[in-house]
């Protein structure tokens, strides 16, 4: 294999992988570097016995979601609309809590939230058209980005673009809590039912920023969820197909050793490991790296880290999750499911503020208090997960290494096992019989995702999606490093999930691209 490339890429989690295929496509030779055995990171797709596993998807927004989708611009760059298949969910959440009472359905749309919202809590009327509003508003500054809309919609729209810079000032350094205090008080069911889901990407709504809120939730209620049919594998192998096609190289079990500098502390190539142990050294004046600063670090030389490491040293990391996967013998509507995604909110939770005390839960063996529980029926939606008559069901919880440090593999192992059964049991408490009918199943915790994903804490979001301490400059992405060649292309430039993994790789192209035409 010809050495010599004009890009290498190490990692192949979303991010790398959208940078490598952009990049590519630029007639550039790129050659990626994935440590473990297949592409795609957190976003895999995988068999256990026969049982098919989602390793990370439950939904995303489409790129063609108006308001400007970062997706949108990879989609359309590399013509993926052919490729993969994006299957609608029809409403975007369950949500049961005993303080909401009778499950409440949050539908897409955001006529359709406000009506079922006033249904449900009449009393709050105008503080959830207000809420809305401000979430609607804040969105609308993506709109004017979107090519969606030319210049008579925005000539038309320009009115209202005072109230929209407002209501992102108002708030850019408030929390989740701050906000929904503000509109709803202590009526803390109409807060559950809103934001119900938090466990997905934090467990402390009184840190968590305002803003990550509005463009995570609020892309869903306003253009609905997105399953990528058959998998979340299949858009991770279609974009190491495209770095292939265009003349790269794409290896598995193939982990980075090293990075190389030049004289001037400039990236000429890197170390990386292949067929067994024999080292082997690629050259490239570019690296994207789709892994955490912390991994990076290592692989840099010593006199180099510091500077490297300065802007992300004492930034806080995101949660992790608990994920588990159980195969049943029979679809989930037979057992009473009536919904895609449900989110089961234990009744000790009284107040919206009890979300991070539900994650230190997993810290000790199984009591009589469960943490919230986001429960997904593939078979709902024509996912292509459910093919050979086992049907997954997977349920994520909010977690942190720190709850299985400390213990030996044994301990570590009996614990993990007696979460799967406490979780299965609290499945057959809500849906009667779908434990007898479980045939396969599988459960990774935070020291699982740290060990699959190489991030540090487990954290599977990059850094946390805190609240500013001071007003923000811009959105917080970070792309160039210290070192002349070296880009982030992770969920660590910027934001977690598809989306911002996505957007990631596609901003660190974009930085290149730009750096070398100024």
Known sequence: MDNSFDAIVIGSGLGGLTAGALYARTGARVLLLERNAAFGGAATTYQRGTLTIEASLHETTHPATPGG???????????????????????????????IGEPFVMPHGFEAVEADLTERFPHQRKNIRAFLRQVRRSLQLGAFRSPDHGLFWRTVHAAELPLDLWAILRDIRSSLSDVLERFFGDDEAIKFALAGNLPYFTDDPDDVWWLAYVFVQGGYLQGGGYYIKGGSQSLSDRLAEIIREAGGETLTSAPATGIELG??????????????DTEQVAYAPLVFANAAPHVIEGLLPNENRDAFMSPFRDRPLSISLLSATIGVDRRPAEFGFSS???????????????????????????????????????????????????????????????NWQGLSDE???????????????????????IADAVVESSIATARSMQQHLNTPGGAIYGFALSRPEEYPKGPPQTFETAIKGLWLSSAYAGGGGFTGAISAGAGAVRAVLSDRHS
């Not at 614990?415 to 799967?420: I, N, S, Y």
Request: hydrophobic residues 40%; proline residues 6%; aromatic residues 10%.
């Open 340 to 402: 895609y995604s449900t989110v089961l909110i234990p009744d000790w939770m009284t107040k919206f503020s009890d979300f991070r005390k539900a994650t230190d839960l997993l810290g000790d063996m199984p009591g009589e208090r469960m943490p919230v529980m986001c429960v997904v029926d593939y078979s709902h939606i024509d996912s292509g997960l459910a093919e050979g008559g086992v049907f997954p069901v997977n349920i994520v919880c909010a977690d942190r290494l720190e």
């Open 263 to 276: 004289p001037g502390g400039e990236v000429t190539g890197a170390r990386y490991r292949a067929s067994g």
């Open 69 to 99: 989708d970062p997706k949108r611009e990879v989609f359309d760059a590399l013509d993926l609309y052919d490729d993969i298949e994006l299957t609608p969910v029809d409403d975007f959440q369950e949500i049961r809590c005993a303080l």
């Open 411 to 433: 301990d570590y192992r009996q614990r993990k096992d007696a979460w799967l059964g406490a979780i299965v049991r609290r499945l057959d408490a809500e849906w009667p019989g």
